[in-house]
C-alpha cells in the first residue's frame, strides 16, 4: 500500500522527541528511586557558589540568594563558552576533543558510579569492587569512544548520548530548589542572548564553523535517517567515504535537475505543515535543499569542568564533538549540499534542509570538503544528515522533570508535555525564521509555567477529586 | 504487593492504552504528534477549570456536582473547538500532500487520526487521574477509603482509569465521525455520554457507591466501544476489506 502522508509527516520530530522523552524518563525514575523528595544533601558546585540555600531561610533570602547563584554561573558559563571559542579560533581541535573526552569519562565513570553505587546500595545487588570498577570503567571507556573517537552503530552513540545527558540532569536535580529553578530561567535567558546577538558566544562560534567549513566541537546527539536500501553508510576509513562521495556524486548528479521529485520519493522526509513554507528534512544523498541562510547552531556551549576535589562535579554542559560522516562531498560544480544545522544547545537541534521554494528563496551552496583533499580529514559542518539536538537541551529539560518529579507525577507529566509542546514551537519558528534558533526558552518558560500551574491548581483539584473517586 | 501490585495496576488501568499505542499509533509519526497535542489540549482545558474551581477545594461532597459539571462541559466545548482547528490542520496537510505527490488524507486517515487524538485524551486522563496515585501502589501496604470498604483504593482506581480511558478515546473517534458526516445524533451521544460516565462516578461519594459506580461506568464503556464499532463498521468495514478500495474511499 502506498504509504500516506500520515506515514512520513513528523517522523524527524518524532526522532528527536523519542530520545528526549527517553533522558527525562530515566532522570525521573532515577529521582523517584532514589531521592524522591530532593532530601539528598546538595553537593558543592559552582551553582552554589554565590549562596548555599537552607530549608529555614527567609522567602526573599531565598529568592535573593537564587538569583545570585544564577547569575554565578550564568557569567561563569559565558565565559567558558569564550575560552572555548577562542580555542576553536586558535584551531586547538585536538585540545577540544581530549578534553571533552575527558569530561564525558568523567561523567560516565565518576558520576555513573556513584548513581550505581547508590542502586546497588538500595536493593542489596551483590556485587564485588574489582567486577564493579571492571565493569565501570569499560562502560566508561566504550561510551568515550562511540561518542567522540570511533564509529559504532548509531544506536549506541545515541544510547550513550541520552545516559550522558541524563546523567548530568540528574546531578543538577542535586541543587536547591529555589536554585534550580533560577537558575533554569537563567540558563533559557542566557541561551537566547549567546545565540541571536550577533557577539554572542555560540553564534561566533557557529559563524566561524560555518566560514571554515569545519565541524563544531559540540555534543549533539544526531537522529539519523533511515537510508533507503542501497545507501548504507559505509564503515568509516577515508576508502569508504570516497567511495561515499562517489555514490553520492552519482545520485546527486541523477538528482540535480529535479529536487522535487527526490523529496517526493524520498521516505525520509518530513515536514512541519506549514502550507507556505515546506520544510522538509531529508537525509542523504539525494537532496539538494538549501535554505537561504545556513541555520547552524551549536551545541550549547556549557563545558563540563570537573572540580578537583573528592570528586565534586560541577555542573556542566558538554560541548561535545560527535563525528559527522559526510555524506557528500562535492565539487566545485556540483550542487553541495547543505547540511545539517548544528543546534545551538540553546539551539533546537534541528538541522533541517529546507526545500528552497522557488519564488522565495535562492539556492545557495555550501561547499564541503573536497575529497581528495580531505579524505582523512572531518567533514565540515555542512556535510551530515539528520536533525542534531544539543545535548544541553537534554539537559535543562531533564533537570526540569527530575525537579519537577520530586513534588508529584503529574507535575512531571505536565511538564513534560509543555516541553514537547515548547520544542514543537521551536521547530515551526525555524522553519519560519530560517537561522539558528536556542531551543531551550521557549520550552522552560512552558515547562516553568505548567510545573507552578500544575503545583499550585492542578495538583489539589485531581488529587481531591480522585481520592474521592470521583473522575471526569 | 509493592512491585507486583504496582505493575497490576499499570496493567490493568494503561494495558489497553500501550497496546492501542503500540499497535496502532506508533508506526506512523504523525499520530504520535496527535496523541502529544490532544494531551496538551486536554491539559490546558483542565488547568482552567482547575483555576477556577481552586478556591472552593477542599470543599463539602455537593461541591463536586457543579464542578463535574461544569468541567466536562468545559472539555467538550474544547473537543468541539479541537474539531474546528483539525480541519484547518488537515487543508494544509492536503496542501502538503500535494506537493510530496501523495495521496490526500482520506475518511480512514481522519478516523485514525481522531483515534490518536482519543488516546491522547484518555491518556492524560489515566495520567493525572489514575497513574499519579496508583504508583504510590508499589510502595508497601495498601488503602480503602471509608465509602468503599469492599475493593483496594487502588483497584477501582485501576478499574476507573480503564474505564475512562475507553470512553475518552472512543467518544472522540464518535465525535470525527460525528462531524465528518454531520449526524446530529452522534453529535449528541458525546457530550451526553461523558457526562453520564461523570455522574456515574458521582456515585462513588455515597456509602458503598463504589459497588454501584464501577459496574456503571464500565457500562457506558461498553456501550460508547459498542457503538463507536458499529459507526466505523458500518461505514468502513461493510465494503470489502481490499485496502485499496479503503484508500480511495474519499471524505
Excluded at chain 1, 163 to 175: D, H, M, N, Q
Excluded at chain 1, 408 to 433: K, P, R, S
Excluded at chain 2, 47 to 74: C, E, K, Y
Excluded at chain 2, 187 to 205: D, E
Aim: glycine letters at 6%; proline letters at 5%; a negative charge.
Amino acid at each position: 500500500m502506498e504509504k500516506g502522508i500520515l506515514d512520513v509527516v513528523g517522523g524527524e520530530i518524532i526522532s528527536l522527541v523519542t530520545p528526549v522523552s527517553i533522558c527525562m524518563f530515566l532522570v525521573v525514575s532515577m529521582v523517584h528511586i532514589l531521592d524522591p523528595h530532593g532530601e539528598d544533601k546538595p553537593i558543592s558546585s559552582i551553582a552554589m557558589m554565590a549562596y548555599n540555600e537552607q530549608a529555614s531561610d527567609s522567602f526573599s533570602e531565598k529568592l535573593g540568594g537564587a538569583l545570585l547563584n544564577a547569575i554565578v554561573f550564568v557569567l561563569i558559563v559565558t565565559v567558558v563558552t569564550f575560552m572555548l571559542v577562542a580555542l576553536f579560533y586558535y584551531r586547538c581541535t585536538r585540545c577540544l576533543k581530549v578534553y571533552m573526552g575527558m569530561s564525558a569519562f568523567t561523567v560516565l565513570a565518576w558520576m555513573g558510579g556513584i548513581v550505581a553505587v547508590q542502586f546497588i546500595r538500595l536493593y542489596s545487588i551483590p556485587v564485588d569492587v574489582v567486577t564493579f570498577l571492571i565493569c565501570t570503567i569499560n562502560f566508561a571507556s566504550v561510551g568515550v569512544a562511540a561518542v567522540f573517537f570511533t564509529r559504532m552503530p548509531i544506536l549506541v552513540t545515541q544510547g550513550y548520548l541520552v545516559v550522558i545527558g541524563a546523567l548530568v540532569a540528574f546531578w543538577f536535580t542535586k541543587l536547591p530548589e529555589w536554585t534550580t529553578w533560577i537558575l533554569l530561567l537563567a540558563m533559557a535567558g542566557y541561551d537566547v542572548v549567546a545565540v541571536l546577538t550577533p557577539r554572542g558566544p555560540l553564534n561566533l562560534l557557529v559563524e566561524m564553523a560555518i566560514e571554515r567549513d569545519e565541524e563544531i566541537p559540540a555534543l549533539i546527539y544526531e537522529a539519523r535517517p533511515n537510508y533507503p536500501s542501497g545507501v548504507q553508510m559505509p564503515p568509516p576509513s577515508s576508502d569508504a567515504q570516497t567511495t561515499r562521495v562517489r555514490r553520492w556524486r552519482r545520485n546527486s548528479q541523477a538528482s540535480n535537475a529535479r529536487p522535487d521529485t527526490e523529496l517526493g520519493e524520498s521516505s525520509r522526509s518530513a515536514s512541519n505543515a506549514h502550507p507556505e513554507t515546506t520544510l522538509i528534512s531529508s537525509e542523504g544523498d539525494s537532496q539538494i535543499l538549501v535554505p537561504a541562510v545556513p541555520e547552524v547552531g551549536i551545541l550549547g556551549s556549557r563545558l563540563i569542568s570537573p572540580v578537583g576535589e573528592a570528586g565534586s562535579l560541577n555542573a556542566v554542559s558538554t560541548v561535545m564533538h560527535e563525528n559527522q560522516v559526510s555524506d557528500s562531498h562535492l565539487d566545485d560544480d556540483t550542487a553541495p549540499l547543505v547540511q545539517r544545522h548544528a543546534q545551538s544547545s540553546a539551539s533546537t537541534g534541528i538541522s533541517d534542509r529546507v526545500e528552497a521554494e522557488a519564488d522565495d528563496r535562492s539556492r545557495r551552496l555550501h561547499g564541503t570538503s573536497q575529497p581528495a583533499e580531505e579524505d582523512n580529514e572531518e567533514p565540515g559542518i555542512g556535510t551530515s544528515g539528520g536533525l542534531k539536538l544539543g545535548l544541553g537541551d537534554f539537559v535543562f529539560y531533564s533537570v526540569l522533570v527530575g525537579r519537577a518529579a520530586m513534588y508529584d507525577l503529574m507535575t512531571v507529566y505536565a511538564c513534560y508535555l509543555a516541553i514537547v509542546a515548547g520544542l514543537g514551537a521551536t521547530l515551526i519558528l525555524l522553519a519560519v525564521w530560517q537561522r539558528a534558533l536556542p531551543a531551550l526558552p521557549i520550552s522552560i518558560s512552558f515547562g516553568v509555567l505548567f510545573y507552578f500551574l500544575a503545583r499550585l491548581f492542578l495538583d489539589p483539584f485531581v488529587l481531591d477529586m480522585s481520592t474521592s473517586l470521583v473522575f471526569i | 504487593m509493592g512491585l507486583v501490585s504496582g505493575s497490576g495496576y499499570f496493567l490493568i488501568a494503561l494495558g489497553p492504552a500501550v497496546t492501542i499505542f503500540a499497535s496502532a499509533i506508533a508506526p506512523k509519526p504523525f499520530l504520535i504528534l496527535a496523541v502529544i497535542a490532544s494531551a496538551l489540549v486536554w491539559l490546558l482545558s483542565l488547568i482552567a477549570a482547575s483555576i477556577v474551581w481552586r478556591a472552593f477545594l477542599p470543599g463539602a461532597d455537593w461541591v463536586f456536582l457543579p464542578m463535574v459539571v461544569t468541567t466536562v462541559a468545559l472539555q467538550e466545548v474544547v473537543r468541539v473547538l479541537f474539531w474546528r482547528y483539525y480541519l484547518k490542520l488537515e487543508k494544509s496537510l492536503n496542501v502538503l500532500a500535494t506537493k510530496m505527490r501523495k495521496p490526500h488524507l482520506n475518511y480512514v486517515d481522519r478516523l485514525e487520526i481522531a483515534l490518536a487524538s482519543g488516546v491522547g485524551h484518555g491518556a492524560a486522563h489515566a495520567v493525572f487521574f489514575g497513574w499519579s496515585v496508583l504508583i504510590l501502589a508499589s510502595g508497601p501496604a495498601t488503602y480503602y477509603t471509608d465509602t468503599c470498604k469492599q475493593m483496594p483504593y487502588f483497584l477501582v482506581t485501576a478499574l476507573n482509569t480503564l474505564a475512562f480511558f475507553l470512553i475518552l478515546t472512543f467518544l472522540m473517534v464518535i465525535t470525527f465521525n460525528a462531524y465528518t458526516k454531520d449526524e446530529h445524533s452522534q453529535q449528541l451521544f458525546v457530550p451526553v455520554m461523558h457526562f453520564l460516565a461523570a455522574l456515574a462516578s458521582l456515585v462513588n461519594l455515597l456509602p458503598n457507591g463504589c459497588i454501584v459506580g464501577v459496574p456503571l461506568v464500565f457500562l457506558c464503556a461498553a456501550v460508547t466501544m459498542g457503538y463507536c464499532g458499529k459507526i466505523v463498521w458500518d461505514s468502513v468495514g461493510s465494503s470489502s476489506l481490499d485496502p485499496g478500495d479503503l484508500q480511495r474511499r474519499q471524505l
